[in-house]
């Protein structure tokens, strides 16, 4: 065999007369095969193809062959393979189970349609990706794939509900579907462990009907119920000022808490409905203006066509819903923004009705002041808000509404025609944040209707280390907060004990098993705890006696606080060694949340899957999809 300093393995297999032969004579057949017409395009690619008829595979070898190198043999697949790779997946087959899985949540959590499996474009896609994948029918997976869901992700919240390391609070609330389906709502807020950090946990652990009345009674054996279902009980639940609902959370003695977030809305309805006639009537006014473009499309083209000659971008006038106030300073403060563009529709094209002078420099007045209580609200409604948040906001309103009252500004920088107002809105504020007292009656609607949740928010904010002791005004109302907190640290002196013994072991359990821990349990299991960067000193024989009550609080109110962006439980997580009761008081304290707006937000979820493209979901299915859709994110799908 003649190589002539070839070195592509397929000279293996031929031999050449000379340099310049045109062709190779095979050595297993004795064919001889073109190489090429020319000495300048000769190539090996006929050969390959000759040596593929000879089952033989060189293809992507280059190196120079060696006496004791052998080729592999490429083995023809049976007929049983090729059929094999052309048939659909079992349904048991991992990827086949794996998409499933997905497209189950999927449809949970971007609120799809279930008829989304029979559509033409979803098919191709599916087919596109995976031949080999069958999608599954609808009714398999509201009967069989979605309950197995749902199913592993309730033990999953059971077992986190279990291993809390707070007391367990709630929010309820009922709400009506299009289908004239009533449902009741419940979610769960606790502190957890998260990897060696505290977090606070947010769940949602029922969106179910409602058949019943809506009389105390039911409401209070629905609670019952979930309560059971789910083995917690319920420190206080967070609620609106319904009168069945607060009769049923005290018949039944569980603590409530009213929502901030719904008594702002009553203060500011209050004084838009009942404190000026001007400022009515300028709300009217621009209501109805409003009005004329929405039921316009030429006039809205108009709006729209002015806005983008003068800038690059058009804004849309927002029309209100009465009973929703925040909605009405949405549209107040858009059409001020617009003021130009209003005046100009008006004057020159009469298109559209405009405000008098007077009333636009009210509707600025009233844009600067309820933005106050628009902020408060959206700051007391964050996922991350808690109970410390609400005597500090309380104080900040008052003071922000004083300054306008007492204002030494000049006159032309001044509110124009609204101090009474103003005024409605600050007696409001005072009569319905009014702090108890001794012999007074609380009104019915007042937020701290009895001096134990008065107590509750003052001990939640002194025990934010953001917050302390900055709202208290006066050494003699300070002593009394912290008397207030004294007491409450010796009621649960025991409590702390047996809590900081628990999780000493628990800390040990996890350091002599971390290994497996982190194997089997997610990053919300309390067994995954880990002490990276903590001190972990033995909590073991925490002192009892009042005078280390008084130690601890002391040396806690001189440590300067956090910035408001910080996160109080990390600060906790730090000083649990060094003040284990107060460490105690405060992640049971500051799990409770200020509003009911989680559910309200689940209702917005529940509106959103009730659509009129899915009006005829079964009560069961949107309860399912309801909680679905909420707890998958929660737990980063990791159930």
């Known amino acids: ?121 979803f098919k191709r896609l599916i087919n596109t990706l995976q031949p080999r994948y069958s999608i599954p029918s609808r009714k398999y997976l509201t009967t069989n794939k979605l309950p197995s869901i749902y199913n592993n992700v309730q033990k999953k919240i059971k077992e986190m509900l279990k291993n809390s390391a707070s007391l367990i609070y709630g929010t309820t609330d009922i709400w009506t579907s299009r289908q004239q389906v009533s449902y009741a709502s419940l979610t769960g807020h606790f502190v957890m462990w998260n990897k060696g950090e505290l977090k606070l946990a ?52 569980i603590g409530n808490v009213r929502c901030m977030a719904h008594t702002i809305n009553l203060i500011v309805q209050n004084a838009l409905n009942n404190a000026q006639r001007s400022v009515n009537n300028t709300v009217s006014r621009i209501r109805h203006i409003v009005g004329q473009f929405n039921r316009s499309p030429s006039k809205t083209s108009a709006l729209r066509k002015y806005q983008l000659q003068h800038s ?63 902020v408060a609200t959206k700051e007391v409604s964050r996922e991350s808000a808690t109970l410390s948040i609400i005597l500090p906001l309380k104080n900040s309103i008052l003071m922000k509404l004083n300054n306008f009252l007492n204002s030494t500004l000049p006159e032309q920088e001044r509110l124009a025609g609204v101090v009474p107002f103003i005024e409605r809105l600050h007696n409001e504020t005072s009569r319905r944040f009014a702090i108890p007292q001794p012999g007074i009656l609380q009104p019915r609607e007042a937020y701290f209707f009895n001096n134990e949740i008065y107590e509750k928010c003052a001990v939640a904010s002194v025990l934010d280390p953001r917050v302390k002791l900055t709202w208290v005004s006066g050494d003699v109302q300070k002593a009394g907060i ?118 309200e937000r689940l209702f917005s979820s529940s509106g959103v899957i009730v659509s009129p493209l899915r009006n005829r979901l079964s009560p069961s299915n949107v309860e399912m999809l309801t909680f679905l859709h909420v707890n998958l994110q929660k737990l980063d799908f990791k159930y």
């Open 482 to 599: 912290i008397n207030i907190i004294t007491q409450t640290a010796i009621s649960c002196l025991s409590d702390v004990t047996r809590n900081m013994e628990s999780a000493h072991d628990t800390e040990l359990n996890h350091s002599s098993s971390s290994s497996s821990s982190e194997q089997n349990c997610s990053s919300l299991a309390f067994a995954a705890l880990e002490t990276e960067g903590v001190e972990t000193t033995s909590c073991t024989g925490v002192a009892v006696s009042e005078a280390d009550i008084h130690r601890q609080i002391e040396q806690y109110l001189r440590k300067p606080r956090i910035k408001q962006y910080k996160n109080p439980l990390e600060f906790w997580l730090q000083c649990r060694v060094q003040w284990p009761i107060l460490f105690k008081l405060a992640i049971d304290i500051l799990a409770c949340p200020p509003t009911s707006v989680s559910s």
């Open 202 to 253: 947010h769940v949602v652990l029922a969106c179910s009907q409602f058949e019943d009345k809506h009389t105390s009674e039911h409401i209070l054996n629905e609670i019952k119920k979930q309560e059971s279902a789910w083995d917690v009980k319920f420190s206080a639940l967070t609620t609106d000022n319904a009168g069945n609902v607060v009769k049923a959370l005290k018949d039944g003695s």
């Open 312 to 374: 690059d971008c058009a804004l849309e006038l927002i029309q209100d819903m009465p009973v929703r106030w925040n909605s009405t300073f949405a549209m107040i403060q858009r059409i001020v923004e617009l003021r130009e563009v209003i005046n100009y529709l008006s004057t020159n094209d009469g298109i559209c009705d405009t405000l008098p002078f007077a009333e636009w420099k009210i509707s600025q007045s009233l844009v600067t002041i309820l933005e106050i209580f628009d």
């Open 1 to 121: 065999m003649t190589t002539h300093g070839k070195f592509s393995a397929v000279w293996k297999y031929y031999d050449l007369e000379n340099k310049e032969s045109v062709k190779a004579k095979c050595n297993i057949c004795g064919i001889e095969i073109s190489r090429g017409k020319t000495i300048g395009s000769f190539t090996t690619s006929a050969l390959w193809k000759h040596l593929a008829r000879h089952d033989i595979d060189v293809a992507g070898s280059s190196q120079k062959p060696t006496e004791t190198e052998s080729v592999p043999k490429k083995r023809q697949a049976t007929l049983k393979e090729v059929v094999a790779k052309k048939q659909c997946f079992d349904a048991s087959h991992p990827t086949a189970a794996a998409i499933t899985n997905a497209l189950a949540e999927m449809i949970a959590v971007d609120f799809l349609p279930l008829s989304i499996v029979e559509c033409v474009g």
